[in-house]
């Protein structure tokens, strides 16, 4: 049984950090892509990045986050991370982790390609 499990949410100031985690267990893929998902209310959930553990390190950003977020995991399978720097209002969203087999159909961007996904923790950013 596949768990993900965020935590690290909450409320902040413009400018400030935070660090979200995602507890992985259960998961049995060798190969695979994990990334971070958002979701605002009334909005649809957008990709935030996404880890390749293809042994050279490679991940992506979406624009509206690149070079103030990064994507971390320390093993293959252990815990994922989020490094939020320089936060703003408009990255206020509920944030979830994701995973799938490398070899999944569709993008390793787009949400419908994930089946499995964390419950979410809440991020908001105040002026």
């Known amino acids: 049984q596949v768990q993900l499990v965020e935590t690290g949410g909450g409320s902040v100031q413009v400018g400030a950090s935070l660090r979200l985690s995602c507890a992985v267990s259960?998961?049995?893929?060798?190969?695979?892509?994990m990334s971070w998902f958002r979701q605002a209310p009334g909005k649809e959930r957008d990709w935030v990045a996404t880890?390749?553990?293809?042994?050279?390190?490679?991940?992506y950003y979406a624009d509206s986050v690149k070079g103030r977020f990064t994507i971390s995991q320390d093993n293959p399978k252990s815990t994922l991370y989020l490094q939020m720097d320089s936060l703003k209002p408009e990255d206020t969203a509920m944030y979830y982790c994701?995973?799938?087999?490398?070899?999944?159909?569709?993008?390793?961007?787009?949400?419908?390609?994930?089946?499995?996904w964390g419950q979410g923790t809440q991020v908001t950013v105040s002026s």
């Open positions: 259960g998961w049995m893929h060798t190969r695979y892509y």
């Open positions: 880890l390749d553990n293809d042994g050279l390190g490679h991940t």
């Open positions: 994701a995973a799938r087999p490398w070899v999944s159909a569709g993008s390793a961007f787009d949400s419908r390609s994930y089946g499995n």
